[in-house]
């Protein structure tokens, strides 16, 4: 909340000296130019999935490191959900899935599972609804501390990294993250699965955008936008892993990473 204080402090004294330094009209143009450009830090900083300036924001590894980490958004699902474990299984990969607490809690055992096959399991809020990401500091914290709780109780771990819906952030999230000792984490890559049906576009689009150090996002459950269905995804997994693997990239845990702690000490 800090840095938007600064922020809109910052305009206002630069409109401020606009009006009074300047002779008309050239004060009124610097006043406007002023609150343009604060406007426009602003919405860069919301809708920037990986900005900082709200919510510390992790999207790829702190050092150079020929891995990349798979992540697996709005799940779990009952019909995908074990289909992505099974072929993370057959590859030998570990990944994260950062989860929806309402979901968890209609499908604990798939949570469990996750966790049993050493996978991570992030926060991605609880309910993933249309305009949380411009909710207050009420909302996002019962949307962080309720998805919290429904890993907790289904899996015994309490995820410290959370996911935005869509990756967009605002000042409250930074300070309810802060809070409860959690950071963001955004993506260096998506495979636009979510509303892309063809799977030699996902595969293609990530292995050839993939970044060495980079995060990668994948769906598997249903988002609010697009299609429900996870085919796609699936069809393109083995693809995207086997093509990373031959660009010479390590396929790695998202703690390993990132260096960063993934749960909560009990």
């Given at each position: 909340m800090l840095k938007a204080i600064a922020i809109k402090l910052a305009a206002i004294a630069a409109v401020v000296a606009s009006?009074?330094?300047?002779?008309?009209?050239?004060?009124?143009?610097?006043?406007?130019?002023?609150?343009?450009?604060?406007?426009?830090?602003?919405?860069?900083?919301?809708?920037?999935?990986?900005?900082?300036?709200?919510?510390?924001?992790?999207?790829?590894?702190?050092?150079?490191?020929k891995a990349v980490a798979l992540t697996f958004d709005d799940g779990p699902?009952?019909?995908?959900?074990?289909?992505?474990?099974?072929?993370?299984?057959?590859?030998?990969?570990?990944?994260?899935?950062?989860?929806?607490?309402?979901?968890?809690?209609?499908?604990?055992?798939?949570?469990?599972?996750?966790?049993?096959?050493?996978?991570?399991?992030?926060?991605?809020?609880?309910?993933?609804?249309?305009?949380?990401?411009?909710?207050?500091h009420g909302k996002l914290?019962?949307?962080?501390?309720?998805?919290?709780?429904?890993i907790e109780a289904a899996t015994g771990v309490k995820p410290c990294l959370y996911r935005?819906?869509?990756?967009?952030?605002?000042?409250?999230?930074?300070?309810?993250?802060?809070?409860?000792?959690?950071?963001?984490?955004?993506?260096?890559?998506?495979?636009?699965?979510?509303?892309?049906?063809?799977a030699a576009r996902i595969a293609e689009r990530i292995v050839d955008s993939a970044r060495p150090g980079g995060v990668i996002l994948l769906h598997d459950g249903a988002g609010l936008q697009g299609t429900s269905d996870r085919n796609a995804t699936l069809e393109a997994l083995p693809v995207v892993i086997d093509g990373l693997r031959a660009r010479g990239l390590e396929i790695v845990a998202l703690d390993t990473l990132l260096g960063s702690k993934v749960y909560a000490q009990a």
């Open positions: 009006l009074v330094l300047l002779p008309f009209p050239w004060g009124w143009v610097g006043a406007c130019a002023s609150l343009a450009l604060a406007l426009g830090v602003i919405a860069w900083a919301v809708f920037n999935v990986n900005s900082s300036i709200w919510a510390r924001t992790l999207w790829r590894s702190p050092v150079p490191a699902d009952p019909e995908f959900t074990p289909r992505v474990l099974d072929l993370l299984k057959d590859k030998g990969v570990k990944a994260t899935f950062f989860c929806v607490g309402a979901r968890v809690r209609r499908h604990p055992a798939l949570a469990k599972r996750i966790a049993q096959e050493g996978h991570t399991l992030g926060n991605h809020s609880d309910t993933h609804a249309v305009w949380i990401n411009f909710s207050l914290r019962r949307e962080i501390r309720d998805c919290n709780n429904a935005a819906p869509h990756g967009f952030k605002n000042p409250a999230l930074g300070d309810v993250l802060g809070q409860e000792g959690m950071v963001a984490v955004g993506w260096q890559v998506r495979g636009f699965d979510a509303v892309v049906t063809d």
